[in-house]
């Protein structure tokens, strides 16, 4: 009897790793962004940190309407082309973690900033994107041979006009064989100005909210009281139509945003995550930035996915690539 019941007992422990390790694909993550402090360290060493899924190269700044595109990564590399990044892109890649270009930010740089003048203007810019950071040709990739995962809206500035047919355009030079990720950093307050229509198309993989700097749905470090945000989670961003993976985005410092929304890790593991993770479409916790992170991401790190052998798995993935 033992005997006959050995061979199931086997089949049932490869169908529970299986599954352990499906879910491992699918947990939660910590994206960042990296790009606006010369002093932060290298895109390589943020990604061999192992507290990274996902890295926003910060920001592609203006674009559109006839400019000049300009990438700005501040102490990094001014002027462009950063093609020494190249390798540490690939480097990224090769641990498992997505590497995307960030559009906007809080700024317009020598130019007018990030304006679409029309649809078209859109495709545009969309094919730009595509020939000079994801998998087309140019004779003038600005981050060099290596080939993006996607791009995130990160639009604070210039227009509002004409982002969900810039999504529309890039999402459709995705292929069964190599996905364009879309992902959106709309501010918390509701509706975004910018980012509303882009994100209703319901294209992008990940939507990280910005919850802070926005003292109408954010925490609040003087009282402790977290109302603001999770009536701003549960009741807008959550059910918002177009949100596949939703990410609380947090300051990784007080210092990091000036105008509030800075969450202690002790609150956010024993407050903030229990309440957000039970949301079908919680994604993750997206941080600004890789400058102010100063042991942030590794304190929540464990927390931030709610299935422990989701995180275990991909911890002893991580701990291998990196050595």
Known sequence: MAACLRPLFLALISLLMISSLTRSSEGAGIAVYWGQNGNEGSLEEACRSGNYDYVNIAFLVSFGSGQTPELNLAGHCIPSPCTFLSSQIEVCQSLGIKVLLSLGGGGAGAGRGPILASPEDARDVA??????????????????????????????????????????????????????????????????????????????????????????CQYSTTTGNADNLLNSWSNQWSPYPGVNKLFLGLPAAQAAAPSGGYIPPEVLISQILPVVQSYPNYGGVMLWSTFYDQNYSRAIRPYVNGDPLTYTTKSVKKSHAVA
């Open 127 to 216: 094919a730009y994107l595509w020939n000079n950071y994801l998998g087309g040709q140019s004779d003038s990739r600005p981050l060099g041979a290596a080939v993006l995962d996607g791009i995130d809206f990160d639009i604070e500035y210039g227009s509002n006009l004409y982002w969900d047919d810039l999504a529309r355009a890039l999402s459709g030079y995705s292929t069964a064989e190599r996905k364009v990720y879309l992902s959106a950093a709309p501010q918390c307050f509701f509706p975004d100005y910018y980012l509303d229509a882009a994100i209703r198309t319901g294209l992008f993989d990940f939507v990280w909210v910005q919850f802070y700097n926005n003292p109408p």
